[in-house]
């Protein structure tokens, strides 16, 4: 089965930069695109950025455009996400996520990395 496992969570200063890495092992698959995702306690989870695999089209959601940025390794079904000026509202666990050619939605998950930004 794919297996997605996220890395490089910490804890950060406000105005601080992460940089997340994830990837993908197990039965190979063809990716239409992968992304991020957070979800802070007690709040809904909250898209944060996807990379369309073959073109590198990227899509970033409102409270991280100019701030966060996606990247991928096309071959190594690897995917970063680059986080600049960080603020304390950033703070949650970041998820990634694989949205497999054939599926409606993304329908692979990792377990998340936990980002921690202190004021």
């Known amino acids: 089965q794919v297996q997605l496992v996220e890395s490089g969570g910490g804890l950060v200063q406000a105005g601080g930069s992460l940089r997340l890495s994830c990837e993908a092992s197990?039965?190979?698959?063809?990716?239409?695109?992968m992304g991020w995702f957070r979800q802070a306690p007690g709040k809904e989870g909250e898209f944060v950025a996807s990379?369309?695999?073959?073109?590198?089209?990227?899509y970033y959601g409102d409270s991280v455009t100019g701030r966060f940025t996606i990247s991928r390794e096309l071959r190594k079904y690897k995917v970063y996400l680059q986080m600049n000026r960080l603020k304390p509202e950033d703070t949650a666990v970041y998820y990634c996520?694989?949205?497999?050619?054939?599926?409606?939605?993304?329908?692979?998950w990792g377990q998340g990395t936990q980002v921690t930004v202190s004021s």
């Open positions: 990379i369309r695999w073959s073109g590198g089209t990227t």
């Open positions: 996520a694989a949205h497999r050619v054939g599926a409606q939605q993304y329908d692979a």
């Open positions: 197990g039965r190979p698959f063809a990716a239409y695109a």
